[in-house]
């Protein structure tokens, strides 16, 4: 009997697989395992509490396992892929492949073939893959270059918005909601705490936000509708790159959705979808949310899909470090 691990390191959960060929035999949540959001004991303890958790309900121990396949932001960050690598290896057998989140997020949807994964949650990201299997992406730069539409956008626009209010002379429940949600008593206080380092987690206010603007504060409501306009850019900018790769100007692939934001936050869903489709009046879009972890799941248990998206990985290592090395002294 083969065995298959899948892992989604999110930036503050990390969800866990064990599956044979046909059936999920455990599954397993802890706190996020990604080194760009904890340190390396807080990770550690994390990855093994969560395989530990896959043995006590299968019985299957981690020796067993085939293959692994584990998506998270930041794939390509030595301090995220190095530790990653090496801690599974130690602990879980056979081959391993660390792809983006975005890209098992985009496997889950499209099962390989053609399609856009936007993805935004704690942060975001934008994948897509053309008829020919040609992939690019746009945005998932991290909090502080990109990550349009995330919870982190949306939180950091906010607490902005908040001060540009008082600026302007509007008023905005933004404010006292925000005070209340960080038990600061006074705009002094939140000024202060706004500013300190290590800097608040903002991606924790956007639910926050989501419910003031449902409450029909205008300030909250474009916030929402900024940061999904945002995140329409970088669709908009992967369509254009895709069509490039696959030489038809008319090609628009279908769009499916994944993570927190595209899930619960809805106007900004709604904002993105408006966006491109003022540029492409017949994009298609899945509804609902896809689980990223179903992607990771699939390219572990497909043998050939595995292998190819390793070959092409290395493949594009090598190249990098062929060119590095070309480069004149």
């Given at each position: ?5 899948a ?21 397993q ?18 990855l ?8 006590a ?11 692994t ?22 602990r ?26 936007v ?7 934008v994948?897509?893959?053309t008829?020919?299997?040609?992939m690019?992406?746009?945005?998932g730069?991290?909090?502080v270059?990109?990550?349009?539409g ?8 906010a ?36 500013n300190?380092?290590p ?89 609902g ?7 990771a ?23 990098s470090?062929?060119?590095?090395t070309a480069?004149?002294?």
């Amino acid at each position: 009997m083969a065995y298959f691990l899948a892992i989604d390191a999110g930036g503050t959960k990390t969800d866990f697989v064990l599956a044979d060929e046909t059936r999920t035999l455990a599954r397993q949540r802890t706190g996020t395992i990604k080194r760009l959001r904890t340190d390396a004991d807080t990770a550690l303890k994390n990855l093994e509490e969560g395989l530990r958790g896959l043995t006590a309900q299968s019985g299957i121990a981690m020796s067993s396992v085939l293959r692994t396949c584990v998506g998270t932001a930041g794939e390509t960050v030595p301090m995220v892929a190095d530790w990653l690598r090496e801690t599974i290896a130690e602990r879980v057998s056979g081959q391993l492949l660390l792809l983006g989140d975005v890209e098992i997020a985009l496997d889950a949807a499209f099962r390989g073939g053609p399609g856009i994964l936007v993805l935004a949650g704690t942060g975001s990201n934008v994948a897509g893959r053309t008829p020919s299997g040609k992939m690019a992406n746009t945005g998932g730069w991290g909090p502080v270059l990109s990550d349009q539409g995330s919870g982190h956008a949306i939180g950091l626009r906010a607490i902005r918005s908040v001060f540009m209010a008082i600026d302007e002379g509007r008023t905005t429940a933004l404010q006292q909601a925000v005070m209340d949600f960080w038990n600061l008593p006074s705009l002094d206080l939140l000024i202060e705490y706004a500013n300190r380092t290590p800097a608040p987690d903002v991606s924790r206010l956007a639910q926050l936000v989501y419910s003031v603007a449902q409450h029909g504060d205008p300030v909250a409501q474009e916030v929402l509708k900024a940061e999904g306009e945002a995140l329409a850019h970088l669709v908009r900018l992967l369509i254009r790159k895709l069509q490039t790769l696959q030489g038809d100007p008319a090609f628009v692939p279908q769009l499916a959705f994944a993570g927190s934001i595209m899930e619960r936050v809805v106007p900004v869903r709604e904002a993105l979808i408006a966006s491109l489709r003022k540029d492409f009046p017949s994009l298609q879009t899945r509804d609902g949310v896809v689980d990223p972890i179903e992607g990771a799941l699939w390219r572990a248990r497909d043998q050939q899909a595995f292998e190819a998206r390793a070959h092409a990985i290395e493949q594009r290592t090598t190249e990098s470090v062929d060119a590095t090395t070309a480069q004149p002294a």
